[in-house]
C-alpha cells in the first residue's frame, strides 16, 4: 500500500525528516512558508511538490499521512487540523504545549482511528535500546540513580526555552530505559541571552522506590555533549551519543565487606565497611542504523498494520506532563512539583 505523505516545515531538522521520508516512503507535498528552501527540496526530491498553505493540502483527499517539523507552539493546531481531516500524523517533539492539548490530540486520534505518533527520535536509537535492556534485565542490579547531559554552544531558539527544546529527548529515554513515569519534578535554571526564556536548566526527577534522576540541558555551554550514566547496585552504563562505542558497561561498584552481616547495632563491625568492587568496562558492538529511518519506516508500517507505535500519542503525554511541570517549578523558585 502506497502512502502518501505531506510534510509541514522543513528547517534545521524537517530537512533530515524529509530526506529519509524520501528515501522509506512517497512525500507528495512540502508545506514551507520560507521559499528559499524550495531549491534545498527540489534537490533532495524533485517528485515533491513544494507549497506555503498547509491547511489545502491537509485538506486533499490524495494525501494519507502529514509529518510535522514546525516549532512546537504550532504543533497543536497542525495536528489536530491534520487528525480532524483523517490524516495519520507524525508531530516533532514536543507532542503539544500542554497536557490539555497532548490529550485532545489523543483522543482525536482514537476517534478518528488514526495514528499519532511523536517524534521522540531517541526511544529508536539502537543504543538506548541497550541500554533500556541492560537495566530492565536486571543486569545492572537495582538502579540507584541517572542523570544526562544534553548540552551544546548554540542554536539557540526564540520560541521556547532550553528545557521544552532539549529535554523532551532526555524525560522520553529516562522513562523508557527505567520503565516508569516519574511521580515528581524541581527544576531550576536561568536566562542569560533573553528575558523569560531559560537558556540552562537542571531539572530533578523523582521515582519510586528511591530512584532518582537528573537532567541538564543548556544550549549555552563550551561543549556539545550527549550523555546519559545510570547507576546500578552491581553494574554502571554510560551512553555516549556523540562516540562510536556509545554503550560502556563498568561491572564494578561499591559493596559492604560482610554483606550478610546484620546492619543493626554498632557491634558488627564488618557490616559498616564498605569496600571498592573493581571490574571490566565492556564496550558491546552495536549494530546501528540511522534512528531517523528507524522511525520513518516504523510511523509508516503502525499505518499500514493499524497499531500503535512506540512514541504514541501516550508517550508524548508523558512528556508534556513532566514539562510542564518542571516549567512551573522553574518559574516559582526550583520547588519540588506532583507530576499528574
Ligand atoms: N527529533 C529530533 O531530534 C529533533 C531535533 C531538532 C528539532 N526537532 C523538532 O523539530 C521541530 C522543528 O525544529 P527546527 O529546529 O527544524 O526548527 P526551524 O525553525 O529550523 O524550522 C521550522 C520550519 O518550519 C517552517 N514553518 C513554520 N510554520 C509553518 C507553517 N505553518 N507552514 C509551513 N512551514 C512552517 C519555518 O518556515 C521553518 O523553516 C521542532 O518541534 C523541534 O523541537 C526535533
Redesign the pocket.
Known amino acids: 500500500m502506497s502512502i502518501k505523505i505531506a510534510q509541514?516545515?522543513?528547517?534545521?531538522?524537517?530537512i533530515n525528516l524529509f530526506r529519509v521520508f524520501s528515501q522509506v516512503g512517497q512525500v507528495s507535498h512540502l508545506?514551507?512558508?520560507?521559499s528559499s528552501?524550495k531549491e534545498k527540496v527540489k534537490k533532495i526530491n524533485p517528485k515533491t511538490a513544494f507549497t506555503?498553505n498547509?491547511k489545502e493540502v491537509v485538506q486533499s483527499p490524495e494525501v494519507d499521512a502529514v509529518v510535522i517539523?514546525?516549532?512546537?507552539g504550532?504543533?497543536y493546531q497542525?495536528a489536530w487540523e491534520a487528525l480532524n481531516q483523517g490524516k495519520h500524523v507524525l508531530v516533532?517533539?514536543p507532542l503539544a504545549m500542554t497536557t490539555e492539548q497532548a490529550s485532545q490530540l489523543i483522543q482525536l486520534a482514537e476517534s478518528k482511528n488514526r495514528v499519532l505518533m511523536v517524534?521522540h527520535?531517541f526511544l529508536y536509537n539502537r543504543a538506548v535500546l541497550i541500554l533500556r535492556d541492560l537495566v530492565q534485565s536486571g543486569e545492572i542490579g537495582k538502579v540507584y540513580y541517572a542523570y544526562s547531559q544534553r548540552l551544546n554552544l548554540g542554536r539557540v531558539r526564540q520560541d521556547v526555552n532550553a528545557m521544552w527544546?532539549l529535554a523532551p529527548?532526555d524525560v522520553s529515554i529516562m522513562v523508557f530505559v527505567l520503565g516508569q513515569e516519574p511521580k515528581f519534578v524541581s527544576a531550576t535554571g536561568q536566562s542569560y541571552l533573553q528575558p523569560g526564556l531559560h537558556d540552562v536548566v537542571f531539572m530533578t526527577l523523582g521515582f519510586e522506590n528511591g530512584v532518582m534522576a537528573h537532567i541538564h540541558v543548556s544550549w549555552l555551554d563550551p561543549n556539545k555533549i550527549r550523555q546519559m550514566t545510570v547507576v546500578g547496585d552491581r553494574k554502571m552504563v554510560v551512553y555516549n551519543d556523540m562516540i562510536e562505542s556509545k554503550i560502556a558497561i563498568y561491572d564494578n561498584g561499591i559493596q559492604r565487606k560482610d554483606p550478610h552481616a546484620p546492619l543493626e547495632g554498632f557491634d558488627n563491625f564488618g557490616a559498616w565497611q564498605l569496600s571498592l568492587r573493581p571490574g571490566d568496562i565492556a564496550l558491546p558492538k552495536i549494530d546501528f542504523k540511522e534512528p531517523l529511518q528507524v522511525e520513518a519506516s516504523h510511523f509508516l508500517e503502525c499505518i499500514r498494520r493499524g497499531q500503535k507505535p512506540l512514541t504514541d500519542g501516550y508517550n508524548g503525554l508523558t512528556v508534556v506532563k513532566v514539562l510542564e511541570a518542571a516549567q512551573r517549578s522553574l518559574e516559582h523558585g526550583g520547588g519540588c512539583e506532583e507530576i499528574r
Open positions: 509541514i516545515g522543513c528547517g534545521y531538522w524537517g508545506i514551507e512558508l520560507d528552501l506555503d498547509w517539523a514546525t516549532p512546537a504550532s504543533h497542525l516533532e517533539k517524534g527520535t527544546n529527548h
